[in-house]
């Protein structure tokens, strides 16, 4: 295969795309629609949850801090968090004006990169929607449980159907443990028996416990059910869902406000008690209460006027939550001692501490509101980008089949909602958010080099709307994007990177053979299989990475004490060989012709420097995997392996 087949570029929307696949999508959507649109997915678990962290900070399990808060400061970290999100907004503004189609940044990098980009970013943003909607979800759960707390202090669920699978087992495990301890103080075994209690009436598998959140679940296909139905009934739900939200955050700045000034006195000294890094920090875990305004730029095809309304959409949606966050932050810190959160609840409980805690069951309700808009707008994006990569051939058409009645992507969307409803009950908060943040980041960064890739490749398209200060915008973009990525623990990116090395097999099984565009431009001719031994030694290559994959999951990756450096650089290590392996292994398959001189070159190095780092991998180990990688490579020296590598096709 000639490599630069991989990052073919489909600029637009083909009209012949939806052949097939149902009459099309309603085009009903206006910039109001897009702005609350934008507000709904913004506004939500990021302002009455996540805040308590960007102030008091992160904390692990033993409480020690894992990262700083910004105490009162925190005002600054919304606003470097929204400098970052506001140049990327510009850049995301600029394209999808462009390139007005469903698919947000995969259809945007599949015009400035290409195919193997866009699939990349497509597979990225499954992180950012379908994972982002899981973390929504469960905090969706927790509210949920307040809210009938609040109504009613008998309106109870059992324990074991408010939780996720793990954090049940690490409960019962960990409560086990402190009770068979013989140095465990008694205080903490009255804990542990108490935890035990709790979890007495769950159902068992041996000695698992089974667990499900069922709110999170029930809430995830009820907005499925809405999503099916349609766009318009599903934007009016949202609409409504907006107002309410915003007037529940109003109600709450008003009152503090009246609160501060009738007290005269606040809490905003010290104003940044962890200094500069407390607020980068801040910023970093801020990031979540961001995401979301993106997801404007998915209803391409369903608006009215895309090049007008979406950036109108994007931008606006951003500005109006910045300023609300601000006031929220300014009137929270005000009342309350930074150092006093202690609640997931921090919204609520600023109004116990200023004389309204009759009103605190109401801020669970709302928060419960806030984070249905925010449920329904990443559901409605993933979709839309399921349907965009099954149109274009990367994903199985079944992905694409428009609904005859009410012309919505009714499979993708039945898929996307059962998915996340049953992930809810598999990832941790902490695994799902840390997935999200990264993944958004990431897939940012790539818009905004597509805003400069795309005015060197189609400088006379029409720009309706253009970043200002270009090329220096999008380049902030990019370095403000990674600069909040170096603010999130490293364990995320271990953890994208394997998300990712997942996405490179579906695309090399199915992707590559059924592309609409590669099968156009090769004039329908369709895609070669390698030869019987090459294929073997290239998924041998991809099972050895997704074998050490697994064991970094399980294992870890090494720490040493009191020296950063080396930490970050094992982690960089572990990950990057098992991408380097995998590479290999699919460009045997794709039969690019570098894969070859890449497999005698890359994975000996990867086998020294495993044994050299010698922290999981003996030599023993290293010398066994050499011996095969020997026998593997007996193969490529075959005529017909030669053949298959020797020149693009």
Not at 149 to 161: A, F, K, R
Not at 281 to 295: E, P
Not at 344 to 368: E, H, Q
Not at 629 to 648: D, K, N, Q
Request: aromatic letters at 10%.
């Amino acid at each position: 295969m000639n490599p630069k087949n991989l990052f073919l570029r489909k600029f637009g929307t083909d009209p012949a795309d939806a052949e097939g696949h149902g009459t099309g999508l309603k085009k009903s959507l206006g910039a109001l629609d897009l702005t609350l649109l934008g507000i709904g997915a913004i506004i939500g678990a990021g302002l009455f949850s996540s805040i308590k962290e960007m102030i008091v900070g992160r904390f692990d399990a033993s409480g020690a801090v894992v990262m700083l808060g910004a105490g009162p400061a925190v005002m600054l970290s919304f606003v470097l968090t929204a400098i970052a999100c506001g140049f990327a907004a510009l850049c995301y503004a600029e394209i999808s004006a462009m390139v007005p189609a469903s698919g947000s940044a995969y259809s945007y990098s599949y015009a400035a990169f290409g195919e193997l980009i866009a699939w990349i970013i497509g597979w990225d943003l499954i992180i950012e929607y379908a994972i982002g909607n899981v973390y929504v979800a469960q905090s969706w759960g927790d509210y949920f449980q307040s809210f009938l707390l609040g109504v009613n202090e008998h309106w109870t669920l059992p324990i074991w159907l408010t939780k996720d699978l793990q954090t049940a087992a690490a409960a019962v495990h960990g409560a086990l443990q402190v009770v068979s301890d013989a140095a465990a103080t008694a205080a903490a075994k009255v804990d542990a028996q108490a935890t035990l209690a709790l979890w007495h009436s769950a159902p068992r598998l041996g000695s698992f416990v089974l667990s499900v959140n069922l709110p999170a679940f029930t809430i995830t296909v009820a907005l499925t059910v809405l999503l099916w139905i349609g766009v318009r009934e599903s934007a009016r739900a949202n609409a409504i869902m907006v107002f309410l939200k915003l007037g529940l955050v109003v109600t709450f700045i008003a009152l503090g406000t009246w609160t501060l000034i009738r007290g005269g006195e606040n809490h905003w000294h010290p104003f940044a008690p962890n200094g500069v890094k407390g607020i980068w920090q801040g910023a970093a875990l801020g990031f979540f209460s961001y995401i979301g305004f993106d997801a404007v730029s998915t209803a391409g095809e369903e608006t009215r006027n895309p090049q007008k309304d979406l950036p109108r959409g994007l931008i606006g949606s951003l500005l109006i939550c910045t300023v609300l966050y601000v006031l929220v932050a300014a009137v929270l810190t005000g009342v309350v001692r930074y150092s006093d959160f202690s609640s997931n609840d921090p919204l609520a409980y600023a109004m116990k501490v200023m004389g309204y805690g009759n009103i605190a069951t109401l801020f669970a309700f709302g928060a419960m509101v806030a984070m249905t808009a925010v449920l329904l707008v990443f559901q409605f994006g993933q979709t839309r980008i399921f349907m965009v990569m099954s149109r274009d051939g990367l994903l199985p058409p079944v992905f694409s089949r428009i609904h005859p009645k009410f012309q919505t992507p009714h499979v993708s969307t039945w898929v996307t909602g059962l998915l996340v409803a049953c992930l809810c009950s598999i990832l941790t908060p902490d695994q799902a958010i840390g997935l999200t943040n990264i993944g958004t980041l990431f897939a940012f960064i790539l818009v905004s080099i597509g805003v400069i890739v795309l005015r060197r490749r189609h400088p006379d398209t029409p720009r309706p709307f253009k970043v200002p200060l270009y090329p220096l915008t999008p380049i902030l973009s990019a370095l403000a994007c990674l600069g909040l990525i170096c603010g999130l623990e490293h364990s995320n990116w271990i953890r994208l990177l394997i998300w990712l090395q997942l996405g490179f097999v579906v695309y090399a099984w199915y992707g590559v053979k059924h592309s609409r565009l590669r099968r156009k431009e090769s004039g329908g001719a369709p895609v070669l299989s390698a030869p019987l031994g090459v294929a073997f030694v290239g998924w041998a290559l991809v099972a050895a990475a997704l074998y050490l994959d697994v064991r970094i999951v399980v294992d870890g990756t090494p720490k040493v004490e009191g020296d950063v450096l080396r930490t970050e650089l094992f982690t960089a290590f572990y990950g990057l060989r098992t991408l380097a392996l995998e590479v290999i292994g699919l460009g045997l398959l794709l039969g690019l012709p570098w894969s070859r001189i890449g497999y005698w070159l890359l994975p000996p190095i990867v086998l020294v420097l495993s044994g050299v780092v010698g922290r999981t991998e003996s030599w023993n180990f290293v010398g066994a995997c050499a011996a095969v990688f020997v026998l593997l490579g007996v193969v490529l020296t075959r005529p017909s392996a030669r053949e298959w590598l020797a020149a693009p096709r």
